[in-house]
């Protein structure tokens, strides 16, 4: 697919606006896709056994690997968020001039697709489907209706709330945030020195553990109770730690190859251990919430921290070869990235049927459905790029 894209046109986090291309910010990337896909892709294993309870059968070893591949595909959202402060701090433009660019190339794809999304089930009544395709294309759909009544509902909530019809769309409301924050924040970036930013980085890494201490020691900490939610490391915590991260690791890690796997792989190995581990330990449990199940897999954790620092030390190392055609590939991808992520829940049920017809083994249902909803995805915006030009960033950024 021979396309000549515009970089500057789609989203930091999932294809970066540069002057100088970074190849192995293409390929971490890829790498950050590839987990993200397998995260949803597990999601009709996960679904399977929930809905068990209503009746169904559930087969344990497609629930174990759903688990394992799972606890692996955390570091997904944080390695996005990384390479947006490799790329974006500092931003080197006004606020407003950062905001007229970046806001809208993400809101009017999000409202577009979020419209779609939640006016799926009503066309699939209109072609005569019977309501089970709902649960079928969207795994976490809090009901089967196809009314356009319930549709026009979750239409009306999306300036302050998504539906799990649509539930990766969780990510855009974050990723406007961050946009709107960045100008801010970049400012100090700009002036901090080392020292301050691994102070910030330090205080951060503390907050990462709030969400086991607020569930192992204390409800209520460090200020928090019935009346107040922001905390002492409240103006710390959350995803501008990562960006941070990102461009720290960036601009004062140079280490050697020796140095990289000794610091890596002992992270990764320990931090999927403590995931895989503690959301097993969860899920174990008799009676457990929903914040509980969420507890060792969410992305402000040190286990995922740990996974994630891996990742991005590991595959920032790598020399991608100029002369072939994996760097043209690889651009390409980051073209395509925003819309990928706009439409790919639309082939999750896909990737999951083909694995199921094919009989593949367990371990290798998520990973086979990942790249198949890649491919398609892909080829999707590919030619939707092709077909609209320089309109198609109304579509899919």
């Known amino acids: 697919m021979k396309t000549n894209f515009n970089q500057g046109n789609t989203a930091d986090m999932l294809g970066a606006e540069s002057q ?10 890829l790498l950050a896709f590839f987990l993200l896909l397998c995260c949803h892709a597990a999601d009709p294993f996960y679904a399977s056994a929930a809905y068990a309870s209503a009746g169904g059968g559930v087969d344990a070893e497609l629930v174990l690997w759903g688990t394992r591949w799972g606890s692996f595909s955390r570091p997904c959202v944080p390695l996005f968020v990384m390479l947006t402060g ?6 080197g433009k006004s606020m407003g001039n950062f905001y007229k660019r970046r806001i809208p190339r993400v809101l009017i794809p999000f409202l577009i697709w979020s419209v779609l999304y939640y006016l799926t089930p009503w066309f699939t009544g209109l072609l005569g489907m019977d309501s089970s395709i709902v649960h079928k294309l969207f795994s976490w759909a809090e009901t089967d ?30 990723l406007i945030g961050l946009y709107l924050y960045l100008p801010i924040f970049s400012a100090w970036v700009e002036r901090a020195s080392k020292r301050e930013k691994e102070v910030f980085l330090l205080i951060w890494g503390i907050s990462t553990t709030l969400s086991y201490f607020t569930e ?9 109770c019935e009346w107040n939610s922001y905390g002492l490391f409240y103006y710390f915590a959350g995803f501008s730690g ?21 610091v890596a792989i002992p992270l990764l190995v ?13 899920m174990a449990l008799p009676e457990k919430t929903p914040e509980q199940i969420e507890l060792f897999w969410t992305y402000c954790t040190p286990n995922v921290v740990m996974m994630t620092v891996a990742w991005f030390l590991i595959v920032r190392r ?4 100029q002369k072939s055609k994996v760097p043209v590939w690889l651009a390409h991808l980051t073209a395509c990235g925003f819309g990928i992520y706009m439409v790919h829940y639309y082939f999750v049920f896909l990737g999951y049927d083909l694995g199921a017809m094919l009989h593949l083994p367990a371990p290798l249902r998520i990973p086979f459905s990942a790249i198949v909803i890649l491919i398609c995805s892909w080829l999707l915006v590919g030619l939707v790029h092709k077909a609209m030009g320089r309109y198609s960033k109304f579509l899919i950024g």
Not at 146 to 173: E, K
Not at 243 to 260: E, N
Not at 270 to 282: D, L, N, P, Q, R
Request: charge should be positive; proline fraction near 3%.
């Open 20 to 29: 100088s291309r970074l190849a192995w910010c293409d390929a971490m990337r």
């Open 318 to 321: 790598v020399e991608i070869p």
């Open 242 to 262: 990562y960006m941070l991260l990102g461009h720290y690791i960036q601009h004062y890690v140079k280490w050697s190859w020796r140095k990289t796997l000794l």
């Open 145 to 174: 209706s196809q009314s356009l009544a319930d549709g026009m509902r979750n239409v009306m909530r999306i300036p302050y709330a998504f539906s799990f019809i649509a539930c990766h769309m969780w990510y855009i409301y974050m």
């Open 86 to 91: 490799v790329l974006s701090l500092p931003i």
């Open 270 to 282: 320990g931090g999927y251990a403590i995931t895989h581990w503690g959301y097993s330990h969860i």
């Open 216 to 224: 192992y020691v204390s409800k209520y900490c460090f200020g928090t």
